[in-house]
């Protein structure tokens, strides 16, 4: 609010009165506001100061670990770090529902493995599974449909699925105090971007929405597609990026361009973007999200003596690599103070 | 500039006068601004009015082909569209160089096809170069080193190479009218990408001093790269993305998500792109560069009688397809006022 002179010269005085009284109030509110705490899911400890002093040591003109604007992204892993990953990765329930949906028009599939546990919903046949099998499913629930068509399928999925535990959409199921660091770090300039072993194209349908990421900032594992002569583009059932592990860093090389100077996991498939990360100049960040709190979220590790996982596994070798290499352990038991946006 | 109540009333009379003096200047040259043609270096015709029309249909609040500001995406192919490609692609004289560069570690390639071509300057057997010929090359000059390396090395060829013909580093040798389409588009919201058969790598050293297009926004040929233990990303004598044809349709969407609402190129390899974006909603824009000015550039088609060539190949067909789709050929002879920044 700029209260001009001109403006002011066509005011009555009793106005003039009010646009001040306007304006000091303004001046108030825009104080409080700039010392409201950034991240108020968060209890205060070494957690939430790292994600502080970073933001304040790479922004503040003059640091000596000052970074351009231009060099400011942070990279964050989507599964088990922005959202819940438990009891199954989300994706994964995408994929058996929709091996049951297009079962319909592949009766062949109901004596045919692996499609015949997925549609006869045999739990011990899928627990089974191996890679091959997954990637089955995944040619079959990813490809052969243009990449709009796919999205309408996931974005249909996505609006309708709700959570076993919270009986809530998995969109509602991210975590507050990652989305407070996610805002707090573009507030300050720093580009976000999701580095999820997730396909992209499954990500891009909700990112926006729910994280305020666009297309163009959304990094994950990868199907080739194919141009096609009536101008579509066709999803194939042949792996292009497999972004995981060192393919995390490898993607982001190829999307960004270069270190990303904060990123955040949780998960064996995280280190080598975090690794990626702490070869940055100025002053890095790296920070993964350690599942301890069975009663509000869930508990798994197998790190600390926590219950072993196969999804999202964080193994003491991965916590000894954190202390060894100066990376924060966020520990949600102790380092947040609510979980969901709809915790009280 | 915005005089406020408070900082007028603690000025003195003479510094108030000089102020509103002040004010009115501004105001004026405001608006001359505003009324300054975005696109000097082109003469007024179809393509000029292409552009305009482009951009003020897609940005006017309330038209019917209006396109959202997260969806305003443009994408420009590099050589042939933004700076000249003639003799021979910039790129292709870095490889040559530096392939006579690194052959003072490598005796062995004097007698070592097709090392020994390049070594030899052996025009004759350099003319014969197959495929395969020139991924050897590449595999020798753009691989086996780190990403860091690399970027050292394109950058300091970048840096003294010079044009043949205008002995001008080839980052002068960029279209002004073209800077001004791009400068234009983003002016008015549209985020700007080279879509380049160039590599990526490569494209990155200068892309954000020469266009202001910064590393994210470069699409190109990309080779592999692995993630070693010692936290660097080494180039891997493997194609990963092979950015012509299909490929520039195929790596928009995978770095994009959806299909750019404008789509500038020169040649055959830009077919698909420009393919890729009339199928958006909305108005969109599509153009090609036909290089028909040998006395200010090149003159090269073969469409329209030009002299044919092997690089940046504009056939007949492709000046056929661009008729029966819409899209709009930029004659450099009629089109543009001028062709570089430093022409007068």
New interface residues.
């Given amino acids: 609010m700029?209260?001009?002179?001109k403006s002011?010269r066509v005011m009555p005085l009793s106005s003039r009165a009010v646009a001040f009284a306007l304006s000091a109030l303004l001046f108030a509110a825009l104080h409080a506001y700039a010392q409201t705490d950034p991240l108020p899911s968060w209890n205060d400890g070494p957690a939430k100061k790292a994600v502080v002093d970073f933001v304040q040591t790479t922004t503040t003109q003059g640091s000596p670990k000052f970074v351009p604007p231009?060099e400011r992204v942070a990279t964050f892993d989507e599964d088990g770090t922005m959202w819940v990953e438990h009891p199954m990765y989300t994706e994964i329930m995408f994929t058996l529902d929709r091996v049951a949906e297009l079962a319909q028009a592949h009766p062949e599939w109901k004596d045919q493995p692996p499609y015949n546990a997925v549609v006869n919903r045999d739990r011990e046949a899928m627990a089974k599974f191996t890679e091959t099998d997954m990637l089955k499913l995944v040619a079959v629930t990813h490809a052969g449909v243009s990449?709009d068509e796919f999205a309408a399928a996931a974005k249909a999925w996505i609006a309708k699925a709700k959570h076993p535990r919270w009986k809530r959409p998995y969109t509602e199921l991210t975590y507050a105090p990652m989305q407070e660091v996610m805002r707090y770090l573009r507030a300050n300039g720093y580009?976000t971007y999701i580095v999820s072993g997730g396909t992209?194209p499954f990500m891009?349908v909700f990112t926006?929405e729910v994280y305020g990421i666009?297309?163009?900032q959304?990094i994950g594992t990868?199907l080739?597609?194919?141009?096609t002569p009536s101008?579509?583009?066709m999803l194939e059932p042949k792996l292009?990026l497999n972004n995981n592990n060192?393919g995390k860093?490898?993607d982001i090389?190829?999307?960004?361009?270069?270190r990303p100077q904060a990123a955040f996991g949780n998960s064996t498939g995280d280190a080598?973007m975090l690794?990626?990360s702490?070869?940055g100049n100025g002053a890095t960040l790296q920070m993964l999200v350690l599942h301890d709190d069975a009663e509000r979220e869930y508990a798994y590790g197998p790190a600390q003596g926590l219950p072993d996982t196969k999804v999202g596994t964080f193994p003491q070798s991965l916590y000894d690599e954190a202390t060894k290499n100066g990376w924060t352990v966020i520990s949600i038991k102790n380092d947040w103070k609510r979980v969901f946006s709809f915790d009280q």
């Fill in positions: 700029n209260i001009t002179m002011l231009a990449t580009k992209q891009r926006d666009p297309a163009d959304v990868a080739a597609t194919k141009f101008n579509a583009l292009l060192a860093a490898e090389y190829l999307f960004v361009g270069h080598e690794a990626y702490r070869g």
